[in-house]
C-alpha cells in the first residue's frame, strides 16, 4: 500500500511491549475500569490472562479448551466463550457455571471474536475451522424464562471478527476476515429479525485489497513501509469516541483507522506481522493495546519477530469506548 491522495501514509506509534504477555495467539483484550487490569486470551494456548500493566504482573489461568472471547461481568468475574459454550466464571481460576451450550458442532466450529452489548448481552462469532465452506456465525446469548439460548442474527460467513458498535448503539460492525470486508448492519433491525441474515447480502462497508496470488513472507515486508503487496486482512477492532473504527489487520502488520463513512484516514505499523486485536483502556481510555499472534510463523519469520505474540501498548490522541459489561440479571 503506497501513500496517495485516497491512501493515508503509514504512520507510526511509540508502542510498547507489556513482559511476560507472550501468546500463542493473543486475543478479546479489554481494560477493566474497576480493576484497572488488562485481560486477553490465548486462544491455542487455552488460557485466559491478565495483567497489572502498572507493576508489570502477568497471572494466567489454564483451562481445558479453547477460549474464543471474554467479558467482564457485573457481579463481577468474567462471562467466558469456549469452545464448549457460555460460561459464567465468577472466581479467577475457580469452577465456572454453563450459561448455554455452544449451538454448534465442537469437532469443527468453535466461538472467536465478540463482546457485550450497552443491554448487557453476549454477541460471540464463531470460526468455522476448515475455512471450506461458510459455517461460521454470528450469535447473541439471549436470557428467557427456559434460561440462556443462543440465536443466530448474521450467519453463511467463514471466520467472524471485527465486532464493534456505533457509539450511539445504532450501527453494528462486522467482519469476515478471509473476505477482507467490513460490513455494517443496522442493529436495531438485526435485533428484530426473525431469521439471521446472511453476510453475503450486505453491501460492504470498507474492501480490503485481497491477498495476491502467491504472497508469502519475506524478511523485507517486516517493514511496512516496503511492503506494498500486501496489507493484511482485518482482524479484531475497536471503536473511538469519535466514532472511527480501529481494525487490526493480520498478516499487515499495520492499525487501519475508518472514519464513521467507511473512508481509510489513518494507518499505523504494528511491532508484529500478525496483528489480532485490539482495545482501549488507562485511567482516559487513550492507552491502545494491541494484542499480536506467534502462531504460523515461519523459521525465517519467527527469527526476525521473537517477541511476536506479546502485548503492545501505545498512547493515542482519542479516547475509545470503554468495554461492555454482560448483565447476568437479565435482557
Not at 33 to 54: H, K, T
Not at 128 to 139: D, W
Not at 181 to 207: C, E, G, Y
Request: hydrophobic fraction near 35%.
Amino acid at each position: 500500500m503506497t501513500a496517495s491522495a485516497s491512501v493515508p501514509p503509514l504512520q507510526t506509534l511509540s508502542w510498547q511491549k507489556l513482559p511476560n504477555s507472550q501468546s500463542q495467539l493473543g486475543e478479546s483484550p479489554f481494560w477493566h475500569p474497576l480493576e484497572s487490569m488488562l485481560y486477553w486470551v490465548d486462544i491455542p494456548g487455552q488460557q485466559i490472562c491478565r495483567a497489572n500493566v502498572f507493576m508489570g504482573e502477568v497471572e494466567r489461568w489454564q483451562l481445558t479448551e479453547d477460549p474464543g472471547c471474554i467479558a467482564p461481568a457485573k457481579g463481577g468475574g468474567l462471562v467466558v466463550a469456549l469452545r464448549s459454550g457460555a460460561y459464567l466464571a465468577r472466581h479467577w481460576g475457580q469452577a465456572m457455571t454453563l450459561l448455554a451450550p455452544a449451538p454448534y458442532d465442537t469437532a469443527t466450529q468453535r466461538f472467536n471474536d465478540g463482546k457485550c452489548d450497552a443491554q448487557g448481552r453476549l454477541w460471540a462469532a464463531t470460526l468455522y475451522e476448515p475455512k471450506t465452506h461458510a459455517q461460521a456465525a454470528l450469535y447473541c446469548l439471549h436470557k428467557g424464562p427456559a434460561g440462556y439460548q443462543w440465536q443466530a442474527h448474521i450467519h453463511q460467513a467463514v471466520t467472524g471478527n471485527g465486532l464493534a458498535w456505533s457509539p450511539n448503539g445504532q450501527t453494528l460492525y462486522w467482519v469476515d476476515t478471509p473476505s477482507h470486508a467490513i460490513k455494517t448492519w443496522s442493529f436495531q433491525d438485526l435485533q428484530t429479525r426473525v431469521s439471521p441474515t446472511s453476510w453475503a447480502d450486505a453491501p460492504a462497508w470498507h474492501q480490503f485489497a485481497e491477498k495476491p496470488p502467491g504472497w508469502g513472507f519475506v524478511p523485507h515486508s517486516l517493514d511496512p513501509h516496503n511492503n506494498a503487496a500486501y496489507a493484511g486482512r482485518p482482524d479484531g477492532a475497536a471503536m473511538d469516541q469519535n466514532g472511527n473504527y480501529w481494525v487490526a489487520m493480520f498478516e499487515g502488520q499495520r492499525l487501519c483507522v475508518l472514519s464513521p463513512t467507511g473512508q481509510l484516514i489513518a494507518q499505523y505499523a504494528t511491532p508484529a506481522l500478525r496483528s489480532t486485536m485490539v482495545c482501549f483502556g488507562g485511567d482516559d481510555g487513550q492507552t491502545l493495546y494491541l494484542t499480536t499472534a506467534r502462531k504460523g510463523q515461519s523459521a525465517v519469520e519467527q527469527k526476525a519477530q521473537p517477541d511476536a505474540g506479546h502485548v503492545y501498548h501505545a498512547r493515542v490522541g482519542t479516547p475509545g469506548v470503554g468495554v461492555g459489561f454482560f448483565d447476568e440479571g437479565g435482557h
